[in-house]
């Protein structure tokens, strides 16, 4: 009988260890597709930063040498709205990376929830097969 109660803890405890893992694992894979969004986010917006800056070098700059003095006041306009999209650009990396944190921090909570739970439903089990056994 005692044998069988050892048994018992010793699969309670494994279990639990196996829990304990799995947790540890979600919060590491939870992570690393935090830092996978987080790097397409960075790549995203890199590529359209450098795009802007093509453009604005290839189209506002040589027009700004060659253009008289009235024709540069009507750039103005133009440079406004590179700068506009360079604004944006950095809005979208800027929210982007708060969403990921924020989603991250959402996942972090869902597996402490879960972790939780499933310690406590295991401690009523073992307390459960404790008692069963002292019948």
Known sequence: DKTIDSINDNLAKIID???RLE???DLLSSS???????TQLHQAVLADTINI?????QYVIPASLT????ERSSLVHVANEYYNRLHVASSRLIN????????????LMSTSLHSSTVQTGQQSASKYNSTENAK
């Open 17 to 19: 260890s196996n829990k």
């Open 23 to 25: 947790n540890k694992v």
């Open 32 to 38: 690393m597709k935090t830092v996978t969004l987080d």
């Open 53 to 57: 800056m093509k453009d604005f070098m």
């Open 67 to 70: 253009a008289s003095k009235n």
């Open 96 to 107: 982007g990376y708060q969403l990921n944190q924020l989603n991250h921090q959402v996942q």
